[in-house]
């Protein structure tokens, strides 16, 4: 089958075509409408839900331009403000209309009329949102949104010196590459010192955030914080219970998998002792691997690869490249991180990440490209909801592309030396990241079930957690005033609580993908396609199983999936 990047906004049915959110007075009439509107049949109720849909998407838009502004210039108070006015003036009457909404929806005798298996997910959704509704939540979700976004104003401002000139964090990172040792540890101790500046900033915003997320799950009826927010996630298909098992696999057949790749370092470089500003050098007279010097000649060789491997994937970005709905390079005010927003009435997503020039760059892009895709193949899906998919498929799609364009790196790398440093550099991440979606995940469960600790009880937990999953071939002594606020620089902590187990999950299925793609490509694409097509509209393990996966996170399936990863490294 063939799919078209080219995407047209559908035209509007209920709303105004003009119609822009300026104030609540002016969207409520539309909301009134709905929740007034009598409905008499199956098919008045599917018209219904489609102008549901409708000024869902348009208000999710508009939401969502508000956050991409202020994240691309956080030091624009005016961005700042048309934010906060919209978490503060209009989400709290969206989110009292939404519920009046869900329960007129499986409230109506036409909803037992409905296609069961096209709207199940759909409809369980509606029931997982009116089971956690609660009005007195209403302001406390919308302080909670505002004071999250301070994260990205705070470490926006954070900048470094080097030689006499001034870097973001993220551009002051590929110092972290080069193959001077003393130069390494002076950018690693300036970048934490830099940190460390912030940190008590950083800790009463988080013991804010962790007590008022705790008080609204409490509203709701739930003990703590992590069962409310399971929920919330949608996490129907796996448990607790589900995740410390993770965690234990991760124990069992990565580390020690992680401990032999730092061997491995400690021997190319030829040092005593592997300190942490050494992990991504290289040996003296191997230069750094530079695979682009500018935004633009970043992108270029992007769709270059991607239309390699599928000439639809390289569309979808072009098509966005020419609706400005790309900001690819680190700058002073930027906020840190990547993200691929989707934007759901017009459709083309946008891309936001902080490049500097560095191999990492190359897969953040191909990363939040493989959401893009995701994001394009789900806009022709009939109703807003549908094209909420678990977190868990969503990096599936990021996290697979990785893999699928390592043959095509190509583009970014003349020789052949070149090409096989960058997919060992590639294939040592997809291992050596688990351990940190291990510490990350278990640190958020301690941290909500005891939602009333102390800054030092939390120091505590967490190094506790983090010696647990840290390679004993790194050598980290007299770094502990650095190490117990590593977690601060993770933005997911702050902005997404407990999104981060879904990196690991999808991991393990990218994985699984990428076997497919090495067997057989154009088998792989088509379940990969066919997989993100479906949006939120099969359950989890459907979507999987859609992508010929299994849905398993077990020791035993790991072990398979990291000796399967072990050997391509051993082959390369």
């Not at 109720?45 to 991409?68: C, F, P, T, Y």
């Not at 369980?124 to 104003?153: C, D, H, T």
């Not at 410390?244 to 021997?267: G, S």
């Amino acid at each position: 089958m063939n799919y078209t990047a080219k995407i047209s906004t559908p035209e509007r049915k209920f709303l105004p075509k003009e119609f822009e959110i300026t104030e609540w007075k002016n969207l409520e009439p539309y909301f009134k409408d709905l929740v007034e509107r009598e409905i008499r049949s199956k098919q008045d109720l599917e018209k219904w839900m489609k102008d549901v849909s409708e000024l869902e998407a348009v208000i999710g838009e508009d939401a969502n331009w508000r956050q991409i502004r202020m994240t691309c210039d956080t030091e624009n108070k005016e961005l700042e403000k048309a934010f906060t006015f919209f978490v503060m003036e209009i989400q709290p009457h969206v989110q009292s209309y939404a519920d009046k909404l869900n329960r007129k929806l499986v409230e109506n005798r036409f909803a037992k009329e409905l296609d069961a298996e096209k709207y199940f997910t759909f409809l369980r959704n509606i029931k997982k949102s009116i089971e956690l509704f609660r009005e007195e939540n209403i302001p406390l979700i919308s302080e909670l949104s505002v004071m999250a976004q301070q994260y990205g104003v705070i470490a926006g401002k954070m900048t470094v010196q080097v030689d006499g000139r001034e870097y973001t964090l993220q551009q002051a990172a590929k110092f972290l590459e080069n193959p001077n040792r003393n130069l390494r540890e002076e950018v690693y101790r300036k970048i934490n010192e830099r940190r460390l500046q912030n940190k008590e900033e950083l800790n009463k915003l988080f013991t804010s955030l962790v007590r008022k997320r705790d008080e609204v799950a409490r509203n709701a009826g739930f003990k703590n914080y992590i069962g409310y927010r399971f929920k919330e996630l949608g996490r129907f298909d796996y448990t607790r219970e589900d995740s410390f098992q993770f965690h234990a696999a991760v124990k069992q057949h990565v580390m020690p998998l992680v401990n032999e790749i730092y061997e491995k370092k400690k021997k190319k470089l030829s040092v005593d002792n592997l300190r942490p500003w050494d992990v991504d050098a290289e040996p003296e007279g191997i230069a750094p691997l530079t695979p682009f010097k500018t935004g633009e000649e970043l992108l270029q060789k992007t769709l270059q690869c991607m239309n390699e491997i599928n000439p639809f994937f390289a569309d979808c970005l072009e098509q966005m490249h020419k609706m400005h709905r790309l900001d690819l390079e680190s700058r002073k005010g930027k906020a840190p991180g990547g993200y691929n927003c989707p934007l759901p009435e017009t459709g083309a997503p946008f891309i936001f990440m902080n490049a500097a020039g560095q191999m990492g760059d190359v897969t953040t892009i191909i990363h939040e490209g493989g959401h893009a895709v995701h994001s394009f193949l789900t806009h022709p899906l009939e109703l807003t909801g549908f094209k909420e998919y678990p977190m868990e498929i969503a990096e599936v799609a990021s996290m697979s592309m990785e893999l699928f364009s390592m043959d095509y790196w190509r583009a970014f790398f003349d020789s052949k030396e070149e090409l096989k440093r960058a997919k060992e550099y590639q294939l040592e991440r997809v291992i050596t990241i688990f351990p940190w979606i291990a510490t990350i995940d278990k640190f958020q469960h301690w941290m909500y079930e005891n939602p009333n600790h102390n800054e030092e009880e939390r120091l505590s937990a967490w190094m506790k957690i983090l010696n647990e999953f840290s390679s004993p071939v790194i050598d980290f002594s007299g770094l502990d005033g650095y190490r117990q606020y590593g977690w601060q620089r993770q933005l997911h902590l702050y902005e997404v609580p407990f999104y981060y187990i879904e990196y690991g999950i999808a991991q393990l299925g990218a994985i699984g993908l990428w076997m497919q793609f090495k067997k057989n490509k154009q088998a792989a694409l088509n379940n990969y396609i066919q997989a993100l097509s479906l949006g939120g509209t099969r359950t989890l393990p459907q979507l999987f199983h859609a992508a010929g996966l299994k849905f398993d996170l077990s020791p035993e399936h790991v072990s398979n999936l990291m000796s399967f990863v072990h050997d391509e490294m051993d082959n390369l």
